[in-house]
């Protein structure tokens, strides 16, 4: 089972105010959207974020690793090409979401994804507890029942087959994707929503936005990394960034500077991005031979891109020689500055194995590394 994620920020969102699309305004230092990408990635197995065209070099910014499409003149267009743009890729169940939610808590996504188990659409919704009341000329002019009214929210989720044959056989207006569905006779399970899933339409929703983000806390996510080279005939090692005079050189597809491989892959951990391989693949030509600080930059990049700092860092290489003491400091000094962090984030040292392996052979060098990154 595959699911995806579709993500509309394709809106101009006047009402909020601001020179720029309310989706692209900051909200605790980042764009709106990035928050709302950040809430999928790890729960859903594909993100696709329909843009605006004129918004395609900002959302390059936000949205790494997502699939882009060009939303339509409509919201509910936009879906349809979204879905259109998943329509031979496999995916079983799709999640559509507002890109004006960021703050949309794991708890309502898994409701929506359970629900999807026994129903072919499910959607998250707060029943209506306030009185209502019909107004006209701005006086009272009646009151109105508020017993099974809802609020509806997102993402509404559904099995995509259905969803995309109900987009292509409606007639477009539609409010939202719970509309669609039900044209096209679907059923619709409303799951419990979240307070704290609110939409940022106006202007004051953004103080209110930050209140639940701070209300959140410190989010701390931990990342470690382990890479192996095996040496060759040469004159040096990189290490950590440092060149290293040796007897023998290492072998990789780069530069092979194990310690930094460890040390990437671990940040990459921590933001559930992959390894090294996924952002650099070893068949691409471009990258034989390729300095390793191209690859630490990007995962340093990417970390700030979505809000965390670098709590600290630990990398512990594993060889009998060449001996790493001596240029330790130089390593920790290295790469703090490639990541752009204080040096008394980053600790560098070594270990041997007793002789014993490929290590203790000295047939290579071995290194492990963890990442520990904050977004207050």
């Known amino acids: 089972?595959?699911?995806?994620?579709?993500?509309?920020?394709?809106?101009?969102?006047?009402?909020?105010?601001?020179?720029?699309?309310?989706?692209?305004?900051?909200?605790?230092?980042?764009?709106?959207?990035?928050?709302?990408?950040?809430?999928?990635?790890?729960?859903?197995?594909?993100?696709?974020?329909?843009?605006?065209?004129?918004?395609?070099?900002?959302?390059?910014?936000?949205?790494?690793?997502?699939?882009?499409?060009?939303?339509?003149?409509?919201?509910?267009?936009?879906?349809?090409?979204?879905?259109?743009?998943?329509?031979?890729?496999?995916?079983?169940?799709?999640?559509?979401?507002?890109?004006?939610?960021?703050?949309?808590?794991?708890?309502?996504?898994?409701?929506?994804?359970?629900?999807?188990?026994?129903?072919?659409?499910?959607?998250?919704?707060?029943?209506?507890?306030?009185?209502?009341?019909?107004?006209?000329?701005?006086?009272?002019?009646?009151?109105?029942?508020?017993?099974?009214?809802?609020?509806?929210?997102?993402?509404?989720?559904?099995?995509?087959?259905?969803?995309?044959?109900?987009?292509?056989?409606?007639?477009?207006?539609?409010?939202?994707?719970?509309?669609?569905?039900?044209?096209?006779?679907l059923d619709v399970a409303i799951v419990e929503g979240d307070e704290a899933n609110l939409k940022v339409t106006f202007a004051g929703d953004f103080a209110r936005a930050e209140a639940v983000l701070k209300g959140r806390g410190m989010d701390v996510r931990l990342g470690n990394g382990y890479d192996v080279h095996a040496f060759t005939a040469g004159d040096h090692v990189w290490l950590c960034g440092v060149k290293v005079a040796h007897d023998k050189a290492l072998l990789g597809h780069s530069d092979a500077d194990v310690g930094m491989h460890a040390l990437t892959d671990a940040i990459y951990g921590a933001l559930a991005e992959g390894d090294i391989g996924r952002h650099f693949p070893p068949s691409d030509p471009q990258w034989k031979g390729a300095a390793s600080h191209i690859f630490l930059r990007h995962a340093a990049e990417l970390m700030?891109?979505?809000?965390?700092?670098?709590?600290?860092?630990?990398?512990?290489?594993?060889?009998?020689?060449?001996?790493?003491?001596?240029?330790?400091?130089?390593m920790q000094a290295a790469l703090a500055g490639i990541m752009g962090v204080d040096a008394g984030r980053v600790s560098v040292k070594a270990t041997t194995s007793e002789r014993l392996g490929f290590t203790g052979r000295e047939e290579g060098i071995a290194a492990l590394a963890t990442a520990c990154l904050v977004r207050a």
């Open 1 to 185: 089972m595959t699911t995806a994620a579709v993500i509309v920020a394709a809106g101009r969102g006047s009402r909020a105010g601001g020179d720029v699309p309310k989706q692209w305004q900051m909200l605790a230092g980042r764009p709106v959207l990035a928050h709302t990408v950040d809430a999928f990635r790890g729960a859903v197995d594909r993100i696709v974020v329909v843009i605006h065209p004129d918004d395609r070099a900002r959302a390059g910014d936000v949205a790494g690793g997502c699939l882009l499409v060009e939303g339509g003149a409509t919201r509910d267009a936009s879906v349809r090409n979204a879905l259109e743009a998943l329509a031979e890729s496999g995916v079983t169940r799709v999640l559509i979401h507002d890109g004006a939610r960021p703050l949309v808590p794991q708890a309502v996504i898994g409701r929506v994804l359970a629900a999807l188990e026994g129903h072919a659409g499910a959607a998250p919704a707060l029943s209506v507890t306030d009185a209502l009341w019909r107004g006209d000329a701005g006086l009272v002019a009646g009151t109105q029942d508020r017993a099974g009214l809802w609020r509806a929210q997102t993402p509404q989720g559904f099995r995509f087959d259905a969803i995309l044959a109900a987009h292509r056989a409606h007639g477009g207006g539609a409010a939202d994707d719970v509309e669609v569905a039900r044209a096209a006779g």
């Open 304 to 330: 700030r891109g979505r809000g965390y700092e670098l709590g600290n860092c630990d990398v512990t290489l594993v060889c009998e020689r060449p001996k790493i003491g001596p240029h330790a400091a130089a």
